[in-house]
């Protein structure tokens, strides 16, 4: 079982920077592919970056390549979304999440209860 918490959203100006920390229950924490998801309103929910369980390989959607990175500490339970040149379009609801297995699907295992990115024009 894992229980994520994320934190560190909250309002910011297009072309700002936020960076969300997501901490980690457990011993297990560096057996689990990492990622982050979105969800704005009235749209489904959409992958938004992954990290491996060593952290050595990272995929990212399209749409943040380029802006945001994805890290982890698996010495401190803790995955990062550092977020550069934020748009309007980037507000959502940003989930943590983990799974067992390596790609961009967002079928995950665990999910955190999500933190809110607001990015105002």
């Known amino acids: 079982q894992v229980q994520l918490v994320e934190s560190g959203g909250g309002l910011v100006e297009a072309g700002g920077s936020l960076r969300l920390s997501c901490a980690a229950s457990g011993r297990t924490f560096s057996f689990y592919v990492m990622g982050w998801v979105r969800q704005a309103p009235g749209k489904e929910r959409e992958f938004v970056a992954v990290?491996?369980?060593?952290?050595?390989?990272?995929s990212y959607a399209d749409s943040v390549k380029g802006r945001f990175t994805i890290s982890r500490d698996n010495a401190k339970n803790t995955v990062y979304l550092q977020m550069n040149s934020l748009k309007p379009e980037d507000t959502a609801v940003y989930y943590c999440?983990?799974?067992?297995?390596?790609?961009?699907?967002?079928?995950?295992?665990?999910w955190g209860q999500g933190t809110q990115v607001t990015v105002s024009s």
């Open positions: 999440a983990a799974k067992r297995t390596w790609g961009q699907s967002i079928e995950y295992d665990y």
């Open positions: 990290i491996s369980s060593s952290g050595g390989s990272t």
